[in-house]
């Protein structure tokens, strides 16, 4: 009996977390939709350190440091305003043991002229985090500095070990992001990874029939399009697959009255729309709603009608709304 309990609990387990992995990345594919490629692995990033810290795997010290550490020098929060005017400047200060400013100061002399760049980075990694295992990272490094300099040198130093023993995934990518400000991208997305698997860090083509199962008649698609992209040809193709017909006009000042004809038309005979570059008739997509909302009211509900698309080139303030 116990060991028939112990079997429901392990199957139990097992579709509990079979169903937590199906919702994110059903989740992840969804909200994809509406982002830009490059803005993908930020949300997947979002994720995986919310899941962590939820699980007290990483700490909000580690996490301040990662998102917001830009300057690399120590500042008075983590050594006394006048230690430090002295280490960084040679300003005379009292009170302080002369044994007390000298090791200090010692911390700021770089070891390897390699390291010279990011030396500052390191101290102050090693000085904020100092009540983890990276506390004091730096002076392991200054005394380890050939298999450093072995792991600095690294093609893809994310995915090698790194000479620094009960290390986790992210404290990998905060020593990255000292060390080797260049693969920081790459070493994000081997720890989403590790977090959440590969698929919270692949690139997927749009499927457009899960797009349509999104949408209604009421419910028009934008397309926030990259230069060079056109999305006209594959929504043919869909179209064709329905056994509908889709019209293509292409938006400029002056075209507002035929849009709001073709939407009324398509709207009666249950055909699909497709306005590209909406982005230069601004004044027209204030009322598109409006226009849907009569041009169905005024159609025969029984038609399938359906408003297909909206395309748009991106601009660098440009949003999917």
């Given at each position: 009996?116990?060991?028939?309990?112990?079997?429901?609990?392990?199957?139990?387990?097992?579709?509990?977390?079979?169903?937590?992995?199906?919702?994110?990345?059903?989740?992840?594919?969804?909200?994809?939709?509406?982002?830009?490629?490059?803005?993908?692995?930020?949300?997947?990033?979002?994720?995986?350190?919310?899941?962590?810290?939820?699980?007290?795997?990483?700490?909000?010290?580690?996490?301040?440091?990662?998102?917001?550490?830009?300057?690399?020098?120590?500042?008075?929060?983590?050594?006394?305003?006048?230690?430090?005017?002295?280490?960084?400047?040679?300003?005379?200060?009292?009170?302080?043991?002369?044994?007390?400013?000298?090791?200090?100061?010692?911390?700021?002399?770089?070891?390897?002229?390699?390291?010279?760049?990011?030396?500052?980075?390191l101290v102050r990694l090693g000085e904020m985090l100092s009540d983890t295992v990276l506390g004091n990272l730096h002076k392991r490094i200054?005394?380890?500095?050939?298999?450093?300099?072995?792991?600095?040198?690294?093609?893809?130093?994310?995915?090698?070990?790194?000479?620094?023993?009960?290390?986790?995934?992210?404290?990998?990518?905060?020593?990255?992001?000292?060390?080797?400000?260049?693969?920081?991208?790459?070493?994000?997305?081997?720890?989403?990874?590790?977090?959440?698997?590969?698929?919270?860090?692949?690139?997927?083509?749009?499927?457009?029939?899960?797009?349509?199962?999104?949408?209604?008649?009421?419910?028009?698609?934008?397309?926030?399009?990259?230069?060079?992209?056109?999305?006209?040809?594959?929504?043919?193709?869909?179209?064709?697959?329905?056994?509908?017909?889709?019209?293509?006009?292409?938006?400029?000042?002056?075209?507002?009255?035929?849009?709001?004809?073709?939407?009324?038309?398509?709207?009666?005979?249950?055909?699909?729309?497709?306005?590209?570059?909406?982005?230069?008739?601004?004044?027209?997509?204030?009322?598109?709603?409006?226009?849907?909302?009569?041009?169905?009211?005024?159609?025969?509900?029984?038609?399938?009608?359906?408003?297909?698309?909206?395309?748009?080139?991106?601009?660098?303030?440009?949003?999917?709304?």
């Open positions: 009996t116990e060991q028939i309990e112990q079997d429901q609990d392990y199957e139990l387990n097992q579709r509990l977390i079979s169903v937590v992995d199906s919702l994110t990345v059903n989740c992840y594919k969804h909200i994809c939709l509406a982002l830009f490629e490059k803005h993908k692995i930020l949300f997947s990033l979002q994720v995986a350190l919310r899941v962590q810290l939820s699980m007290d795997l990483i700490t909000r010290p580690e996490l301040d440091f990662f998102m917001r550490e830009s300057n690399p020098f120590p500042l008075p929060e983590i050594l006394s305003y006048a230690r430090y005017e002295y280490i960084r400047y040679n300003k005379p200060i009292g009170g302080v043991p002369e044994s007390e400013t000298s090791a200090d100061k010692s911390l700021l002399v770089c070891p390897a002229e390699w390291l010279q760049e990011r030396w500052d980075y200054a005394d380890q500095l050939n298999e450093w300099k072995q792991w600095y040198d690294e093609e893809q130093p994310e995915i090698v070990p790194i000479p620094e023993p009960n290390t986790t995934e992210f404290h990998r990518v905060l020593i990255v992001r000292c060390l080797r400000p260049d693969r920081v991208y790459a070493s994000v997305c081997h720890y989403v990874t590790s977090v959440l698997g590969y698929q919270m860090v692949d690139t997927f083509l749009i499927d457009y029939e899960e797009v349509m199962e999104l949408t209604a008649c009421s419910v028009p698609v934008l397309f926030i399009l990259q230069p060079g992209c056109d999305p006209e040809q594959d929504l043919r193709k869909l179209a064709l697959n329905h056994n509908t017909t889709l019209t293509s006009l292409p938006m400029c000042q002056g075209q507002e009255q035929a849009a709001s004809s073709l939407i009324k038309f398509s709207a009666l005979e249950g055909h699909w729309v497709l306005l590209s570059n909406i982005h230069l008739v601004p004044s027209f997509t204030r009322h598109l709603e409006s226009i849907i909302t009569t041009a169905l009211n005024d159609a025969s509900l029984s038609h399938k009608s359906s408003y297909s698309g909206v395309d748009e080139f991106c601009k660098g303030n440009s949003r999917c709304v």
